[in-house]
Structures are given as structure tokens and as C-alpha cells.
């Protein structure tokens, strides 16, 4: 039986993933982060790092939020001290496709409905109302993204409700051109350290767009119904403990109920990709000329016993988990 909050959950999590490749590519314009300043007296978020130490070099292992606010910086001496370390540095997908106008094209042909049907045509009565006044309230924000309700009926569920939940979440201040992996791929680009991916960014579309008919109209309902106070609380939770490096809040927020409620798709999206990705870095451990390796990828990758991290874990690797925070709390 499904319940609200492990939707709730699946959704946010699949809207914090794609959101490197939506919205960045459905911006009206790809624009670069200014850099940020963080706000009187906050402290900079706890990270999500870890080094992975192989016979030729290392591996340090990011955990990202692809939203984030000006006050989420300047990021903590870990992170820095990471990045001077290191040579180069590997995102989800190449900063350089990231940034391109054409993946915006390529997400939104996967995402155009092709029998000639309007998406209302299999909505339910009350998803479809809730629908137009969702698009009411927000037509300026959308129209910036050149989304009309008209444009709008031409698309899957799938999409309709990350462009819910995205919008959402900026609405609350959390901006893709502030998220870390912006960030970093700027200051990798401003310091002449080479950039790359792990997987392009038509494998992230078909991620999203394998999602089955029941499974795309629940995710579009769910998203409608968590626009408000309830909606807002649950963004704002799941930033909060990205900000205080909480892997185990962050786990049960995100990955938990889904691996629980939607094995499948679970599988797909997260452990699929992290087998895949495993055997690359296992590579960048040996390339002692490269020098060491920054890798930022969204936190759920990193989490969990499917996660990156134990994953390294059990094929021998030393992995620490590089947290000057943690160390002054536990003292």
C-alpha cells in the first residue's frame, strides 16, 4: 500500500536528482553561480566527503544538493582543502552539457507526449483542476522557463511534476545555479582543473522517462498536493540535514521508503548507476599521473548500503569520511 510520505519522498528525491539536468537545461538562459557570501554568522554546511585511497592515488567523494541558497556558503575548510588536493574533477554529467541549451531540447522531446493526447485526457478530474490552478499561481515563473498551460498539456506526468516540485523548491529560495555542483564546476573552471562526467545527460533523461504510466500519475498527484505548508516542510527538511551532513536523515529521507515502496524504480535510478559508476572510479584510483580526484554526485549515491561509498568499502578500498565538524561535536 502506498503511502503519502514515501511518495512524498520518491518525489523530492527524483526532483533533487534531475534537477543537474532540468534545471539547469530548462532555464530560459544557462547561467554561471555568482559566487555566494553566507549570511551573518552562519556556519558553513557539513559536508558529505569522503577520501578513498588506492595504490597510485585518491578519490574524494562529494555528496551534492543541486539547489541551494547564498547562505549554504562559502562551503567548509573540508571541501576546500578537497579541492585544492586534487587535479580534476568528475560530476554526474559534464559541466559542459550541463550548461548547453541542447540538453534542454533533448529532455523535452523525451518528455512530448506523441499520440496526439492533451495530459489532461489522463488525469483524474481532481488532478487535472488541481493542475490549472497550480499553473495560474505560477505562470510567471514558468513562463521564464517559456512553460505555458498550453505547452504545458503537451508533456508526460513525469515531467509536469518535476516542473511542480522544482518550481516548488526555487519558490523557497533554492536556485540550480547555486548548487554545489555549479559551484564547483565554476571554481574548477576559474582554476584550469579539467571537468567530466559519469554519464551523459540523455542516460539521466532516460532515467526519468522509463517511469510507468501509474508510477508517472501518482508522482504528478503527490506533487500537486505537497505545493503547500506540508510540501514546504519536507524541502526544508531534507536541506537541513544536506546542511548538517546528516547521512542517516538524508538516507531515511530519501532512499529508505523508496527502495522500500518502489524497488524497481529505486533500482534503476540509484543502484544501477552506482554499479556503473563503481568500475570508473576504481580507474581514477589507479591513474597516478592524473593526480587525485574530486567526484561530486548527488547525496543519495553516496548513502546506504547501495551506496558508492560502501560499495568501495567492500572491494578493499580505505575510505574515511573527512568531516572537521564531526570531530569538534563528538568532543
Same mark, same amino acid.
Given at each position: 500500500?502506498l503511502?503519502?510520505?514515501s511518495?512524498k ?9 534531475a534537477?543537474?539536468t532540468?534545471?539547469?537545461a530548462?532555464?530560459?538562459k544557462?547561467?554561471a553561480?555568482?559566487p555566494p557570501?553566507a549570511g551573518a +554568522?552562519?556556519?558553513?554546511?557539513v559536508?558529505l566527503l569522503?577520501k578513498?585511497s588506492?595504490?597510485?592515488g585518491a578519490?574524494?567523494l562529494? +555528496?551534492? !544538493?543541486?539547489l541551494l ?5 562559502p ?5 576546500d582543502a578537497?579541492f585544492?588536493?586534487?587535479g580534476k574533477l ?5 559541466p559542459d552539457?550541463?550548461?548547453?541549451p541542447?540538453?534542454g ?12 493526447t492533451?495530459?489532461d ?5 481532481e488532478?487535472?483542476? +488541481? ?6 499561481a ?6 521564464k522557463?517559456q512553460l505555458t ?11 509536469v511534476?518535476?516542473?511542480v ?8 529560495g ?11 564546476a565554476?571554481r574548477?573552471q576559474?582554476?584550469?582543473k579539467?571537468t567530466?562526467?559519469?554519464?551523459t545527460g540523455?542516460q539521466?533523461?532516460a532515467?526519468l522517462?522509463?517511469m510507468?504510466r ?6 504528478l ?9 506540508e510540501?514546504?516542510r519536507?524541502?526544508?527538511?531534507l536541506?537541513a540535514a544536506?546542511?548538517d551532513g546528516?547521512?542517516r ?7 529508505a521508503?523508496m ?6 524504480l ?6 544501477e ?5 563503481v568500475?570508473k572510479?576504481?580507474?581514477m584510483?589507479g591513474?597516478?599521473?592524473g593526480?587525485?580526484?574530486l567526484?561530486?554526485?548527488g547525496?543519495?549515491h ?5 551506496g558508492v561509498?560502501?560499495?568501495l568499502q567492500?572491494k578493499? !578500498?580505505?575510505?574515511e ?6 570531530a569538534?561535536?563528538?568532543?
Amino acid at each position: 500500500m502506498l503511502n503519502r510520505r514515501s511518495l512524498k519522498s520518491l518525489l523530492l528525491s527524483l526532483a533533487v536528482a534531475a534537477v543537474a539536468t532540468a534545471g539547469f537545461a530548462l532555464a530560459e538562459k544557462p547561467r554561471a553561480a555568482t559566487p555566494p557570501s553566507a549570511g551573518a +554568522g552562519a556556519a558553513p554546511p557539513v559536508p558529505l566527503l569522503w577520501k578513498v585511497s588506492g595504490e597510485s592515488g585518491a578519490v574524494y567523494l562529494l +555528496g551534492s !544538493f543541486h539547489l541551494l541558497k547564498p547562505a549554504d556558503y562559502p562551503l567548509s575548510a573540508d571541501v576546500d582543502a578537497a579541492f585544492d588536493d586534487v587535479g580534476k574533477l568528475v560530476f554526474e554529467i559534464p559541466p559542459d552539457e550541463m550548461n548547453s541549451p541542447v540538453l534542454g531540447m533533448k529532455m523535452g522531446q523525451a518528455a512530448m507526449r506523441t499520440d496526439g493526447t492533451q495530459l489532461d485526457s489522463e488525469l483524474p478530474k481532481e488532478t487535472a483542476a +488541481g493542475l490549472e490552478r497550480w499553473l495560474d499561481a505560477n505562470a510567471a515563473t514558468l513562463q521564464k522557463m517559456q512553460l505555458t498551460p498550453q505547452t504545458m498539456q503537451m508533456f508526460e506526468p513525469w515531467f509536469v511534476a518535476l516542473m511542480v516540485t522544482i518550481t516548488e523548491m526555487t519558490n523557497q529560495g533554492l536556485d540550480p545555479a547555486l548548487g554545489l555542483d555549479a559551484h564547483l564546476a565554476k571554481r574548477a573552471q576559474e582554476a584550469g582543473k579539467p571537468t567530466s562526467g559519469l554519464e551523459t545527460g540523455e542516460q539521466q533523461i532516460a532515467f526519468l522517462d522509463g517511469m510507468d504510466r501509474k508510477e508517472q500519475l501518482q508522482f504528478l498527484q503527490e506533487s500537486l498536493e505537497s505545493t503547500g505548508d506540508e510540501g514546504r516542510r519536507e524541502i526544508e527538511k531534507l536541506h537541513a540535514a544536506w546542511r548538517d551532513g546528516d547521512a542517516r536523515a538524508l538516507w531515511e529521507g530519501m532512499a529508505a521508503e523508496m527502495r522500500q515502496q518502489f524497488p524497481a524504480l529505486y533500482h534503476r535510478i540509484n543502484v544501477e548507476r552506482n554499479d556503473a559508476w563503481v568500475p570508473k572510479i576504481e580507474a581514477m584510483l589507479g591513474e597516478a599521473a592524473g593526480g587525485n580526484t574530486l567526484v561530486v554526485v548527488g547525496a543519495l549515491h553516496l548513502l546506504g548500503e547501495d551506496g558508492v561509498v560502501e560499495k568501495l568499502q567492500a572491494k578493499g !578500498f580505505e575510505v574515511e569520511r573527512i568531516c572537521s565538524a564531526c570531530a569538534a561535536r563528538a568532543k
